[in-house]
């Protein structure tokens, strides 16, 4: 048998579709053959020179009855009774594999028609386009936000677009809703914001080696020992370090501008929790209470729908639910209430460090909470530990990211 070149062949090829399928059950290996063979001749004639969009399992399936002289009395053979051929012709019944197979076989209509044509992929939504004069570009540059990118600002700024799209990746926009502690009426730059967020994010995945996280590990007394890490001088180190072996990797990540940043809670994609700390104010006391802050959040706040906390001015006393919850929870669970009403009442820098001797627990701490309840911040300065914070993780002024 020859290629099918004029139409004129494939009439007479569709004659001799139809003889051979009308005698079906009875042919012999060698007719089988030729049937099969002259199908695939028809389909390929009818495929390079009447191009169509795909046909839908009935069109197939009607197109074979009128090209071959069935009736619907011939597919009700084939699919086991005339409901049911009626059924599939108007649509109302789908094919099952077992009727696709007998279709295939006895029809020699291709499996691909009967499945039905793949269906179109629905279009991704384009990622919003960032907009690079929102964005703090050149101190995320300084900072090596932007890996392979450094040194040459003024030829890298040629491209701040791209410059963006690499920090960021394929990762889209993040200004997810996010629940932003403010104070003092600043303005917050959102897009500083998602751009921190992201940078902590990035690092707590490249330098952290975390253990599993297990909620029920940060239990009481785990918590209570963390906050007796307070009255050691190498505390903050340690603590952070306690926290990522519990499956919470803590992140010292300087501030951009326009944040007015303390600290953040973020739950990652796989659900694992991510503290980043700003050490904006760089005093003992306001790394204590906004670590504990952020584990508050952790433990209390995050979940699916609630993906990121900001904390801004977090020496300031808030009224939203949420962050009283945070507060009361750093403020308890850093001196116990039992301990705090023997020590609400110290004015004294003698008394109070006395007070941090007896109860294990940092006289920067006692003397923050002291100046909290006051609400005044002029009080106990000798002993919040004033430009202490910083130093404990190896950062000098010089080194600290302007």
């Given at each position: 048998?020859?290629?099918i070149?004029?139409?004129?062949?494939?009439?007479?090829?569709?004659t001799?579709?139809?003889?051979?399928?009308?005698r079906?059950?009875?042919?012999?290996?060698?007719?089988?053959?030729?049937?099969e063979?002259?199908t695939?001749?028809?389909?390929?004639?009818?495929r390079?020179?009447?191009?169509?969009?795909?046909?839908?399992?009935?069109?197939a399936?009607?197109?074979?009855?009128?090209?071959?002289?069935?009736?619907?009395?011939?597919?009700?053979?084939?699919v086991?009774?005339?409901?049911?051929?009626?059924e599939?012709?108007?649509g109302?019944?789908q094919?099952s594999?077992?009727?696709?197979?007998?279709?295939?076989?006895?029809?020699?209509?291709?499996?691909?028609?009967?499945l039905?044509?793949?269906?179109?992929?629905?279009p991704?939504p384009?990622?919003?386009?960032?907009?690079p004069?929102?964005?703090p570009?050149?101190q995320?540059y300084?900072?090596?936000?932007?890996?392979?990118?450094?040194?040459?600002?003024?030829n890298?700024?040629?491209?701040k677009?791209g410059?963006?799209?690499?920090?960021?990746g394929?990762?889209?926009?993040?200004l997810?809703p996010?629940?932003?502690?403010r104070?003092?009426?600043?303005?917050i730059?959102?897009?500083?914001?998602?751009?921190?967020?992201?940078?902590?994010l990035?690092?707590?995945s490249?330098?952290?080696?975390?253990?599993?996280?297990?909620p029920?590990?940060?239990?009481?007394e785990?918590?209570?020992w963390?906050a007796?890490?307070?009255?050691?001088?190498?505390?903050p180190?340690?603590?952070c370090?306690a926290?990522a072996?519990k499956?919470?990797?803590?992140i010292?990540?300087?501030?951009?501008?326009?944040?007015?940043?303390?600290?953040?809670?973020?739950?990652t994609e796989?659900?694992?929790?991510?503290?980043?700390?700003?050490?904006r104010?760089?005093r003992?006391d306001?790394?204590?209470?906004?670590?504990?802050h952020?584990?508050?959040?952790?433990?209390?706040?995050?979940?699916p729908?609630?993906?990121s906390?900001?904390?801004?001015e977090?020496?300031?006393?808030?009224?939203?639910?949420?962050?009283r919850?945070a507060?009361?929870?750093?403020?308890?669970?850093l001196?116990?209430?039992?301990?705090?009403e023997?020590?609400r009442g110290?004015?004294?820098?003698k008394d109070?460090r006395?007070?941090?001797?007896t109860?294990?627990?940092?006289a920067?701490v006692i003397?923050?909470?002291?100046?909290?309840e006051?609400?005044?911040?002029?009080?106990?300065?000798?002993?919040?530990?004033?430009?202490?914070?910083?130093r404990?993780?190896?950062?000098?002024?010089e080194?600290?990211?302007?």
């Amino acid at each position: 048998m020859k290629t099918i070149k004029t139409s004129e062949q494939q009439a007479d090829a569709l004659t001799r579709i139809r003889d051979l399928a009308s005698r079906f059950g009875s042919l012999s290996n060698d007719e089988r053959d030729e049937l099969e063979v002259l199908t695939v001749l028809v389909e390929t004639y009818e495929r390079d020179h009447h191009p169509v969009i795909p046909p839908t399992p009935i069109e197939a399936i009607r197109f074979r009855m009128e090209q071959m002289g069935y009736k619907q009395k011939d597919l009700a053979r084939i699919v086991g009774s005339a409901s049911r051929a009626s059924e599939i012709l108007s649509g109302k019944r789908q094919l099952s594999q077992e009727m696709m197979r007998r279709l295939r076989d006895e029809w020699h209509i291709p499996a691909d028609a009967l499945l039905g044509p793949p269906e179109e992929p629905e279009p991704e939504p384009p990622s919003p386009r960032r907009d690079p004069a929102k964005f703090p570009l050149k101190q995320m540059y300084d900072r090596d936000y932007i890996d392979g990118y450094s040194g040459d600002w003024r030829n890298h700024s040629k491209d701040k677009p791209g410059l963006l799209a690499r920090f960021f990746g394929a990762a889209g926009p993040s200004l997810v809703p996010v629940l932003n502690r403010r104070g003092g009426g600043a303005k917050i730059n959102p897009h500083a914001l998602d751009a921190w967020r992201h940078r902590v994010l990035i690092r707590a995945s490249r330098e952290c080696s975390p253990g599993p996280w297990d909620p029920l590990a940060v239990d009481d007394e785990f918590l209570r020992w963390l906050a007796g890490l307070s009255y050691l001088e190498d505390g903050p180190r340690l603590a952070c370090e306690a926290l990522a072996e519990k499956g919470i990797p803590v992140i010292i990540e300087a501030r951009l501008d326009q944040t007015q940043l303390d600290g953040a809670a973020f739950l990652t994609e796989g659900g694992r929790p991510v503290i980043g700390l700003t050490l904006r104010m760089n005093r003992l006391d306001n790394f204590w209470f906004t670590l504990f802050h952020e584990i508050g959040h952790v433990l209390r706040h995050l979940k699916p729908e609630q993906l990121s906390i900001f904390d801004s001015e977090i020496d300031s006393q808030r009224a939203e639910q949420i962050e009283r919850e945070a507060d009361r929870f750093a403020l308890d669970t850093l001196i116990p209430p039992e301990r705090w009403e023997k020590v609400r009442g110290l004015n004294d820098a003698k008394d109070i460090r006395a007070a941090a001797s007896t109860h294990r627990v940092g006289a920067a701490v006692i003397a923050g909470c002291l100046r909290r309840e006051a609400n005044d911040y002029r009080k106990h300065r000798t002993l919040v530990g004033q430009g202490m914070s910083r130093r404990s993780f190896g950062f000098t002024e010089e080194t600290w990211p302007k």
